[in-house]
C-alpha cells in the first residue's frame, strides 16, 4: 500500500492513535521497526494547520502565540540533538538486558506479546510519570513539559533533553521477556499517542474518556489549578490513575503552566534552571539529611513539610492570570519566526545527512542550532542583549554557510538565506 510494512501513509496515520493492530506493527528485528516518530512529521504539521484552523471557526482565535510556539518547537528540536549523536539510550539498555540477562522470549509475532507489550511500556510511563512529578531532581527534568502557559499541539513538542538519560530504567523488566522489537514499536506509539490529546478544540470523547487517556484528562495534568496538581498521569491509558487513586476529572477551567511560572521563552534557560535551583537550594539547606531530601523529596517539600509538601502552599488560581508576553514589534516576531523556520529546515536536512557527515560537522551544526535557539529566545522576550547576540549568530552563519558546513534541504534557497 505504497510502502513497506508500517510506513504507508494511512499506516503512519493510524499509528498517531495507537491504532496499528499486530499484524501490521510486529517486526521480527530491531532494525525492521519503522522510525514512527520522525515519519509523523508531516501529520503533526497537518494537525497542528487542523488544530489552528477549528480553533479559529470554534473561538474566532488562534490557540497559540508565536512566542510560546517557537520555544515549544525549540524545546522539541533542544530535546532530539543527543539522538543526532547517540543511539536512544532506551533502546540501548534495553537490548543490553534482553541480550544478557532475558528469562524467557516471547514470541514476536505473537498478538497476546504484543498487547501485553502495550500495557507493560504504558504502566512503565505511568510510574515514571508520577515519580517524575514526586521527585525533585527528576521533576527537574520534566517540568519543561510543563512550562508552556497555553495548551495546544505545540505543548505537546515541548521536551526536555534530561529526561530520557532518567525513563529507561523503569523499561528494563520488560527486557527479561519482551523482544526489542516489540518494545521498539510501543514506546514510540504510546509517544505518539500522547500528541494529539495535547490540545483545547476536543472537549470530552464519551466512553472513550473511562480507559483513555484524553484531550480532558490531560489538560487537567497540564493546570496549575489547586485540584489539578500531580493527577492524570496516564500516557496511553486513564486506567492507572483510577487504579492508583491519582485521577482527577476536569472541572473548573484549567490555567496552564507550573504553579511559579518561569516567563522565558529562552529553551537553554528552560532546560537548565531548575537544576540550577536545586543546586542553590542543595547548598541553602542546613543538615544532610535535608540536603538529600532537596534532591529526592517533593518540589513543594521543605524541613517539617511532608514529603510532597503542602497542599496549602500551592497558589490559589483566580482565572485572571495573565500569561508571560512581553512586548514585542511585529517586525521582530516575523524575523524570529522566519529565522526558525530556516533553522527547522537545517536540523531537518541533519537528521537525513547525519550518517555522510564528519563528526566535526555533525557537532559544529548542532552548536550553530542551539545558539540559534538561544539567540530566539532572547529575542522573544525583547532583550537588550538579544541584538548582540543575533549579530554574532547571522556573521557564524555567513561563515560556516559559505564554507559549505550547512546546507538547506531546497539548494534554489541558497541565495535567500545568505541575504
Known sequence: ??????????????ALFYAL?????????????????EKSIPFFITFIGLEFAVSWIQKRKLPGRINDGISSLSLGILSRLPDVLFRSIDLISYIYVWNNYRLFELPWDSPWTWYLTLLGVDFAYYCFHRISHEVNILWAAHQVHHTSEDYNLFTALRQSVLQKYTSWMFNLPMALFIPPSVFAVHLQFNLLYQFWIHTEVITKLGPLEWILNTPSHHRVHHGRNPYCIDKNYGGTLIIWDRIFGTFEAEDAKVVYGLTHPVNSFDPIMLQLRPLAHIWNLFWATPGFCNKLSVIFKGPGWGPGKPRLGLPEEIPVITGKEVPFDPHVPVYLNCYALVHFAIIVDLYTELLASVTMLSEGTVLLRIGFIILSLASFGLILENKSKAGILEIIRCLAFIGVYKLGYFRSQFSFLGYAYEV
Open 21 to 37: 493492530p499486530p499484524g501490521e506493527s510486529s517486526f521480527r528485528t530491531v532494525e525492521e521497526v519503522p522510525d514512527y516518530v
Open 1 to 14: 500500500a505504497g510502502g513497506p510494512r508500517g510506513t504507508a501513509p494511512g499506516q503512519q496515520l493510524r
